[in-house]
């Protein structure tokens, strides 16, 4: 903005100042009312949510699952994504840190005297774009389950397996669950991408007995399954098999 | 209102500053020393309630933590081929508060790579997450220590295998008296599992990490080790 | 301010409260109301305050303010109740490590209102972080950070980082298993940073570990330190949004002066 442009902006804006109407009462009545629906909404969700206190503090906790609330969420999701330890302070300290001395100067980079959204291409297109991230970060924060819990249904070739096959299928969940398999797999919307493969379709792509191979020896990182009880396994086993 | 910058020349002598009704001796405005005194002062004075409340709120950083030895249990409790949980005081005088649970097995010459020297006939492997700090849980089954916050997983030694975290879990130094195993301070380890004053979860080790994140005075390895 | 309803020779309200009293009551109310005007008379005599309510209150506001408008105060409402409910909570809070959850516990359960003031105060949280946001929003998509108030956009990002800064600490005082993991990991964050991280994070913990002050040095900043800071920047905020006036909507053209539209286009 140059100087002709900050003259003329203070030229109009006296103008359309002086065609204005007082601040009291025109403005603080609209301010008293929004207040109202503030203090309106804060009432009923004190009244309808409550105030819960979780369970007492533990430090020697091993199964807590911490998450955090829900307008962090979006931190919390660049957190799990971004998985290369090299790049962990970038992830935790350092895109936040820019957001915020990006949003910090905004004045000082953006410097065209245009107000008018739709003649601020560039401008909106940054800010829709940083809406939808959060948006879709703080949705993908707030689904992400813990490793030691699986959350899916049956898919249909179970289904219509009948009630024998359904039962194999929750049966194996469970091994799945307790044994750590979703540490380093993904399967359905369940588990951590790497560092091994998707055991999404894992039925469709290996025989049952590939899968029981696998198990018992399997390739480096992986550890060996041996120590588990064979009815377990089986469990197991008949369970990936049916993931097609 | 501005004073004017006349310092280049200052003047040597009452006789060159010209300042009327100048006492022999002055070459100070009168109002350019009061203003001086009252930066001064206002400095001082603001000074002598902020320097000590920071120091007060800042002496922490510097305080070194005692060395406590904490009994966790007998010799023969502790197998050599998977880890028990037990609960050691980190902070003393807060109660539960004040606890962590740490992971403990006989030191075993097939998995394990840490050089074997007098702290460690037992592997003690703290609970916390390398990444950020979350409860990591060890897995029997899969022999993984597995996070659930953000997707961290370490293989059997406590290094890792998966994920953010930027290190190898943490350990305890342990020692045995009188055939009970007792856990002492902690340290850090890089990815070769070489000893390292303890560092906060989310500080990398490896290369320039042990200079971008240096060890504080408040908590250090034990010398020589 | 007050005093401005008073001088009531040409406004209707005055008419209207002659037309509407009884006349018994009438003489009483007269003397109430000269009561009321030499108070504030005597007020104003020694301070003077009348101009500058004046000059905030019937300042003019541009055409075509809309209700997006309000956020801004609705956003310094929510924190009002915050500061409020936070300090008649604090009667009731004990920020020890050993006593803080069984004395949240006793607040929720057992003392009257307990359980709903929280609830104002945990709620009032996310309010006050929603409407924060949304008057961001308003601000940029209006342009309103521009010339000449960009210097009120900075101050509004400061206070927006200092109301995360409150939610952050805030988070820790209930003291349940969520506050302790959410602390350990935004400490850890903290952190991260190279060189003054591990130094920084020592700093909020009061030690290497978590210990025995560090849920007081939490308490400190959450109700002490930053609502202080907070507080001096909103007035620091309003007081630039009052000499600047408030933007009009982009859309909105002095109509009269066509020559004028012509150098900004």
């Known amino acids: 903005m140059n100087q002709l442009e900050k003259e003329a902006y203070l030229r109009e804006y006296s103008l359309l100042k002086s065609k204005g109407k007082p601040f009291f009462p025109y403005a603080v009545a609209k301010d008293g009312w929004m207040a109202v629906i503030v203090m309106v909404t804060i009432i009923l969700m004190s009244l309808t949510l ?40 970038l992830a935790a300290i350092g895109v936040p840190s820019l957001c915020m001395i990006l949003l910090f100067l905004l004045p000082f980079y953006d410097r065209s005297p245009e107000r008018r959204p739709e003649r601020r291409p560039i401008a909106m297109a940054a800010a829709f774009l940083t809406i939808a991230a959060m948006a879709f970060l703080t949705y993908e924060g707030a689904n992400a389950g813990s490793p030691n819990q699986i959350d899916m249904e049956p898919p249909p070739s179970v289904m219509a397996g009948g009630e024998e096959a359904i039962r194999a299928f929750e049966a194996g969940k469970q091994v799945v669950a307790q044994s750590g398999c979703l540490a380093c797999h993904k399967i359905g919307e369940n588990g951590n991408t790497g560092p091994g493969p998707d055991l999404s379709e894992i039925g469709g792509r290996l025989p049952r007995q590939a899968i029981a191979r696998t198990l018992v020896n399997p390739t480096a990182p992986m550890p060996p399954y041996v120590d588990l009880p064979d009815e377990k396994r089986d469990n197991l086993v008949e369970f990936l098999a049916q993931l097609k | 209102m501005p004073v004017p910058d006349d310092r280049k020349q200052q003047p040597k002598t009452t006789a060159d500053a010209k300042i009327p009704g100048a006492y022999e001796g002055e070459t100070v405005t009168r109002r350019r020393f009061m203003t001086a005194s009252a930066h001064t002062a206002g400095g001082i004075a603001t000074a002598a309630f902020t320097l000590p409340a920071l120091g007060m709120a800042f002496g922490p950083v510097f305080e070194k933590e005692q060395v406590r030895w904490e009994a966790v249990g007998p010799t023969e409790d502790f197998p050599d081929d998977t880890y028990i949980p037990r609960t050691i005081t980190l902070s003393p005088g807060i109660g539960e508060v004040g606890k962590s649970t740490v992971y403990v097995r006989r030191y075993n010459d097939t998995i394990d790579s840490e050089v074997k020297d007098e702290y460690n006939d037992y592997v003690a492997i703290t609970s916390r997450c390398m990444h950020l700090g979350c409860p990591v849980r060890y897995v029997e089954a899969s022999e993984r220590f597995i996070c659930p916050c953000h997707g961290g997983v370490y293989d059997r030694e406590g290094k890792v295998s998966g994920g953010p975290p930027v290190r190898p879990l943490d350990r305890f130094y342990t020692r045995v008296r009188d055939g009970i195993v007792e856990v002492g301070p902690r340290y850090s380890l890089n990815s070769e599992l070489r000893r390292f004053s303890p560092r906060d979860p989310g500080q990398a080790i490896d290369g320039v990490g042990q200079y971008l994140y240096p060890s504080r005075p408040s908590i250090r390895k034990l010398p020589g080790t | 301010m007050a005093k401005l309803p008073t001088t009531s020779g040409t406004r209707p309200r005055g008419t209207r409260a002659e037309t509407t009293e009884a006349p018994a009551t009438a003489p009483q109310r007269n003397k109430l109301q000269e009561t009321g005007v030499s108070t504030i008379d005597w007020l104003d005599e020694r301070t003077s305050l009348s101009a500058g309510a004046r000059w905030m209150m019937f300042r003019k506001i541009p055409k075509g303010t809309n209700w997006f408008y309000t956020l801004g105060s609705a956003t310094m409402f929510a924190f009002l109740s915050q500061a409020v409910t936070g300090v008649f909570l604090a009667m009731y809070y004990d920020p020890s490590a050993t006593r803080a959850y069984e004395s949240v516990r ?159 286009k």
């Open chain 1, 50 to 89: 409550g105030a819960e206190l979780g369970p007492k503090v533990d430090p020697t906790t091993t199964t807590y699952v911490p998450r955090p609330e829900w307008y962090f969420f979006f931190l919390f999701e660049v957190l799990r994504i971004i998985k290369p330890p090299s790049l962990v302070p």
């Open chain 3, 106 to 264: 006793f607040l929720t359960n057992e003392v009257f209102l307990g359980e709903f003031v929280r609830g104002m105060h945990k709620w009032g949280s996310t309010v006050m972080v929603i409407l924060i946001f949304l008057h961001m929003a308003r601000t940029f998509f209006f342009g309103a950070y521009k010339y000449p108030r960009e210097l009120n956009w900075v101050i509004g990002v400061v206070l927006l980082i200092l109301t995360l800064a409150m939610s952050f600490t805030g988070y820790l005082l209930p003291f349940d298993q969520r506050s302790y993991w959410a602390t350990t990991v935004g400490v850890a964050i903290n952190g991260t940073g190279p060189l003054v991280g591990p130094y920084l994070s020592d700093f909020l913990r009061a030690g290497p570990e978590f210990g025995a002050t560090t849920l007081a040095r939490f308490y400190a900043i959450h109700m002490l330190l930053l609502p202080g800071i907070i507080a001096a920047m909103i007035g620091a905020h309003l007081y630039l949004v009052a000499r600047l006036g408030t933007t009009a909507p982009p859309w909105i053209r002095a109509e009269s002066s066509p020559e004028l539209r012509e150098d900004s």
